[in-house]
């Protein structure tokens, strides 16, 4: 049984209008998605700004109110607030923020803001408190003085390093990673991921790594999906993904990640271009007539994509 | 080597200082660059080693008493180090073209897109009305916007985000700028969105023959866009040449780390390389020798050169100090890559 295993999840913004402020419309962040995470694996949740990616997220962490489907994590649902309380799942669901500065309170020491989950969590004195603080300063490769520090005496990373810290003071099973390393540079961003690789390996950490950085993801998921509009367009392996992607925006979206081959560039472009063109004329046979992406349909094993044809070839 | 009249910027001894305190220190750090006609020169490096510095000292848009620029930028004999504000001012819009990186800071929010453009026009030329209006028309089609009679009269906030910074690219190319200033153009946008603003800054450069200077952290867009580029290092240029050299035979040993701790399309699993230390802040940098001899200690001392000069490796291809020839990575032969 997967750790946390998703069904149906539909989330909802109602759109209010009109003299009576009565709700006429809804915005569909999340149309009904998908999927499981399985324990100590890594799942990569892939989209553009806007395509309901972090309202997964948040979701989970219980920071967005569900509208409809279920949430079940090891069987139970904890969409409902006291199954929730029981499993103590908000212990051992932590998250790690895209900004490293405004998810640290600027008025507290290091100290306090890794001690904040463990004070929340567990009965523990200030010098068994302040072991565990140093240990997990240590883990992320800390030096020990920086307990005392504020968080603007240090630089991006070693924010990101101490939200990763913060994350991981509870023992959590899930870690939810929203988009964690692209406010970092590119020497920073090696670090901070391959931390996540070690924490992970030490404590069997899951991740649901969000991210739109598909070279990123690539290095650090098995298993992924590619969301768009609120809805998933395609669900599938690292290979089914990157070497045999069935959906046009899956398509257009690995088409457009840039390749650091110089050499390569013009075939790159020739390639964009044509793909970007199949987008413009073929948008209409992937979407429907309300621009809703299709229900996704199985291809092989672990590869799902949401095409059309199949479809109907089903149905005959 | 270089004709004189493709030299579009010639740069020389760049310093630019800013005040911390009561001292002055080195943003960017004795450059030496050269833009041509028709070309992208893109400038490479992590935040704080300067990129948008240079950029800012090129245009002009430093605070005369907490910034100290020193050096020569020649542009057509006139020299933009310590030039007086009205001729500077007639050369910023009409002669070096800038776009920003994030559209909606960079955009008027309450005048219209039609009237935003045209206000470069308004100032540097001396069009009637209906021509600065087809002017505009025609920028707005040539920067890929589908409708730009519609759009001439839109807000920004009615736009997305790639569509405005379409927009700011129609602004800084409205005077046909022989140069054009592009400071990190794509970092705010979506990949798909990237690639689009990308192809129409080639497509553009190549209808203008414009000369483009290009500056992001993101290696990727280097390689897709540009003709050369300059690597840059904690205020200092560390490596310059083609983009063909510089991907294919990376040779400083900051280029070659970078280039190791990207996410690899066909590595797997493994560990990133990961650079050690931190980029120095502007207060800590050593002034003297190598400034990446700290993030690599393996290396000894006697490589690096005490005052690091640009060396010839290849044709247009220059690399900072001595230590490139014999440095190896840790986990690498050190005979290996000495050969």
Known sequence: MALIEIRDLKIHYPIRSGFWNRVTDHVLAVDGVNFDIEEGETYGLIGESGSGKSTIGKAIVGLEPVTSGHIFYKGEDITKASNRKRLKYNKDVQMIFQDSLSSLNPRKRIEDIIAEPIRNFSNLTPTEERKRVQELLDIVGMPSDAMYKYPHEFSGGQRQRIGVARAVATNPKLIIADEPVSALDLSVQAQVLNFMKRIQQEYNISYLFISHDLGVVKHMCKEMSIMHRGRFVEIGSKADIYNDPRHIYTKRLLSAIPDVKPADREANREHRKAIEAEFRDEENRYYDQNGRVYDLQQISQSHWAALPELKKDGEA | ?339
């Open chain 2, 1 to 339: 080597m270089e004709k004189p009249e493709d030299l579009l910027l010639d740069i020389q001894h760049l310093h630019t200082a800013f005040r911390v305190g009561d001292d002055f220190y080195d943003a960017v750090d004795d450059v030496n660059l050269t833009l041509r006609k028709d070309e992208i020169l893109a400038i490479v490096g992590e935040s704080g080693s300067g990129k948008s510095t240079l950029a800012t000292s090129i245009i002009g848009l430093h605070n005369p008493l907490n910034t100290k620029v020193t050096g020569d930028i020649l542009y057509n004999n006139l020299n933009l180090v310590g030039l007086n504000e009205p001729i500077y001012n007639r050369i910023r819009g009409n002669d070096i073209g800038m776009i920003f990186q994030d559209p909606l800071a960079a955009l008027n929010p309450l005048m219209r897109i039609g009237d935003q453009i045209a206000e470069t026009l308004v100032y540097h030329t001396k069009m009637t009305k209906e021509q600065r209006d087809a002017r505009v028309l025609e920028l707005l089609a040539q920067v890929g916007i589908p409708n730009p009679q519609r759009t001439f009269r839109q807000y920004p906030h009615e736009l997305s985000g790639g569509m405005r910074q379409r927009i700011v690219i129609a602004i800084a190319i409205a005077c046909k700028p022989p140069i054009i200033i592009a400071d990190e153009p794509t970092t705010a946008l979506d990949v798909t969105i990237q690639a689009q603003i990308l192809d129409l800054l080639r497509d553009i450069q190549k209808e203008t023959h414009s000369g483009i200077i290009l500056i992001t952290h993101d290696l990727g867009v280097v390689a897709e866009t540009a003709d050369r580029v300059a690597v840059m290092y904690a205020g200092q240029m560390v490596e310059l040449g083609t983009a063909q050299d510089v991907f294919a035979h990376p040779t400083h040993p900051y280029t070659r780390s970078l280039l190791r701790s990207m996410p690899q399309a066909d590595a797997d699993d493994d560990e990133l390389h990961v650079i050690q230390g931190v980029v120095p802040s502007l207060k800590n940098m050593q002034m003297t020798g190598c400034r990446f001899a700290e993030r690599i200690p393996w290396v000894p001392e006697t490589a690096h050169e005490a005052t690091p000069t640009m060396h010839e490796v290849g044709p247009d291809h220059f690399v900072q100090c001595t230590c490139y020839k014999t440095f190896h990575f840790q986990d690498e032969d050190a005979t290996q890559s000495e050969g």
